[in-house]
């Protein structure tokens, strides 16, 4: 093989091995896995935890990709306008607080994507606490990030 061939095929393999690395940590952020039910997988965003031992809470992002299943079911409890907005829906990310002394969490902020990535609704709630039901996703949520960074109830 040329000198001129060596090269070119050299180029070639380093650049496939930059993109194949570099694309692999853009996508894959940061995003840990939590759990999955019939209707969605849960991930949070490990760059996005803030944890006040104070008040002993936890703000997170929160990302619930939908299977085909639990996106039909968020579509019915839909009104029939926002059914045909949304019908592309693939993920929501929600920015959550969790309070893991009483058991809470809240619900700040939701945007909502399509599977090409558009986003397709952005809302915020005014912070309402609401339990942590026992064996729920959301109670392997909390006990996940509170495993992942050492906390102490």
């Known amino acids: 093989m040329s000198r001129l061939k060596k090269t070119i095929f050299l180029v070639i393999l380093v650049s496939l091995v930059f993109l194949t690395t570099f694309s692999s940590r853009v996508y894959c952020e940061d995003w840990v896995y939590v759990g999955s039910n019939e209707n969605y997988t849960q991930y949070y965003k490990s760059s996005s935890v803030t944890i006040d031992k104070q008040n002993k809470t936890i703000k997170v992002l929160e990302k619930k990709v939908y299977t085909d ?39 700040t902020h939701i945007t909502g994507y399509s599977k090409s990535g558009v986003g397709l609704f952005s809302e915020e709630y005014p912070p309402e606490w609401i339990n942590i039901i026992s064996v729920s996703i959301g109670d392997i949520f909390l006990h996940k990030i509170l495993k992942d960074y050492k906390i102490q109830r």
């Open 69 to 107: 299943k639990g996106r039909i079911n968020w579509l019915n409890n839909q009104d029939s306008i926002e059914k045909n907005k949304y019908n592309d829906i693939q993920h929501i990310l929600g920015l959550i607080f969790l309070d893991y002394n009483k058991w809470k969490y809240t619900v």
